[in-house]
């Protein structure tokens, strides 16, 4: 399962419209569709760097989305942090739902709402929506197992602390790890940006991969084209060739 | 009886995936102009950040360092305070885990040698750390000679020059000493020329430790706060459980002080990961209320904000510590997961005033003979009020504690406590 990440109106809107087409083209199961959030307190430099470049221009998101949701046929799984809608969850979600999203992920879910976890993954769920469950290798073993069940479409693991920082972890033991905790499809993020990971990972037992920050760090330096080819070779490495 | 060597555990325990909640990450401020989890990459050997986000309980200790462990003269001793139940006239047994019989005199060198060694093998050949009162460069300077690399020590200035003892030590062992702040990097010579008088700070000092270190292509290594200086330091509590497993004892009872959490960690979690024990008690410094009086917050773990946040038990890194006694209690926060699991009721804490710890160590080394250092007296004072209550309540409990280091180089501060309070 290849979940491909694009930042909400990243670069502009013409070519993060290109972007998604693109990656869906290219072979992307599903997209991950992230919000400019107010304090990006769980990303990196890389995706920070993308989320000031969209607040200087975006200020009608919803209409993006619409227009996300018309180009392309895949699920679309929008990551936005909790902390941003706490207030006005439920009108934010049907609004969701009614431009054709099918899921919704909080980074912030499992760190800074935990105790009232259960709570949000019914409320999406009551709009009809997916709820998409993000762990890490800081969640204890008992609240990953009782959360991968929970989780709709696929379990997400981030293998490093923030996105877009290759700081060192062994991925292949942190997969075989948590593969013996998921009753569910394990999806392996966070800075899977080089092949050798890919493929331990999916060694490991992950059923997929999510690619973000890697696709953002080629678009700065070759342009979207070249991040739609590295999607098609990730495609490549999960179907085995 | 197990022969002494086969005490020494053959991996490090992480607390981590046995905590009651997920680990709140470490994370930039917003609208930072520069990434700290990305400096931590540049200036930590990548092992020893490996495991600082490691998710395995059990994290093997290499041969090597066990082997160093073993010239250093662990085990540390297990010890039953005899004289002290006896003074208290307790039904309680009380045990302490002397850490200060290594060569440095306190614990922190458990956490430098692996850290040290992790350097060599990754071909760095200089390592560079701050210092306030010493304990922590003399760690570093030996183990950076163990393993023949050299080493920077920035010691803040007003301790370099009112504690010549430590920074003697640390010059035997090899170690090249600055009284910070220096010229030596641009940092310190903003600083300087300022107030060229500049008594220093440990935040000033770990700058320019971070400075040094990225600017030569060294290594910077970490002394307390983050997991994996914790995890190091679970030798300390591997080793008591395997000792008081010899001496078919089951600890109720296990005290610690904590200054930045990684001694108390260290000591304690072993058990409270194995569920021995029932009460866990983490003690700090009436002056220092940061239990008391500090906030659950993200904050820096370091006053210069180089480091990256860290949600813990803090009373704002722009907290000023009074000038006490226990210099390794001066500090602002409190190690992430120690904080979560006092957040959680797992772990008690207490605080003591100066009087209350003097009269503790008076107590401690009247009866054996070791004198603590002042931080560890924060701990023989609650272990001393553990031991009354189990006398009138009559109760055959069993206390232990961590003996963090010993009190050889604090005299001149005992010598002032005893002229203040006598």
Known sequence: MLVSYATLGYPNREDYLRLVKGLVEAGSDILEIGL?????????????????????????????????RRAVDVPLVILTYLEDWVSSLSQVLAKMKEVGIDGVLFPDLLIDFVDEYEKYVNEIKSH??????????????????????LSDMFLYYGVRPTTGVPLPVSVDSLITRVRTLVNNKLVVGFGLSDIEDMKKALKAGADGVAIGTVYIEEIERNGVESAISLARKFRGILDGA | MANSEEIIPSYWYNIIPDLPKPLPPPRDPPDAEFSRIDLLRKIMPSEVLRQQFTVERFVSIPREVREAYINIGRPTPLVRAKRLEEFLNTP??????????????????????????????????HLVTETGAG????????SARMYGLNSTIFMVKVSYEQKPQRRTIMQLYGAQVFASPTSHTEYGKKVLNENPNHPGSLG????????????????YLVGSVLDVVVLHQSVIGLEAMKQLQELDEEPDVLVGCVGGGSNFGGFAFPFIGSKKGSKYIAVGSYEIPKFSKGAYNYDFPDSAGLLPLVKMITLGRDYVPPPIYSGGLRYHGAAPSLSMLIKEGIVDWREYNEKEIFEAAQIFLQTQGIVPAPESSHAIRA?????????IKNEKKVIVFNLSGHGLLDLPNYESMMKRIG
């Open chain 2, 92 to 125: 309680a047994k009380i045990y302490f885990k002397y850490e200060g019989a290594t060569p440095t005199g306190s614990h922190k060198i458990n956490t430098a040698l692996p850290q040290a060694y992790f350097s060599m093998k990754e071909g760095v050949d």
């Open chain 2, 383 to 391: 272990v001393i009020e553990e031991a009354r209550e189990a006398k």
């Open chain 1, 128 to 149: 009809g929506l997916s709820a998409v469950i993000f762990t890490s290798p800081s969640v204890p073993d008992p609240l990953i197992h009782k959360v991968s069940r």
């Open chain 2, 204 to 219: 000033i000092a770990m700058s320019e430790a971070i400075e040094y270190a990225l600017s030569n292509g060294y290594k």
């Open chain 2, 135 to 142: 304990q922590w460069g003399t760690a570093v300077a030996l």
């Open chain 1, 36 to 68: 400019l959030p107010k304090y990006a307190k769980y990303d990196g430099p890389v995706i920070r760097r993308s989320y000031k470049q969209v607040s200087t221009w975006l200020t009608d998101f919803w209409s993006l989305l619409e227009e996300t």
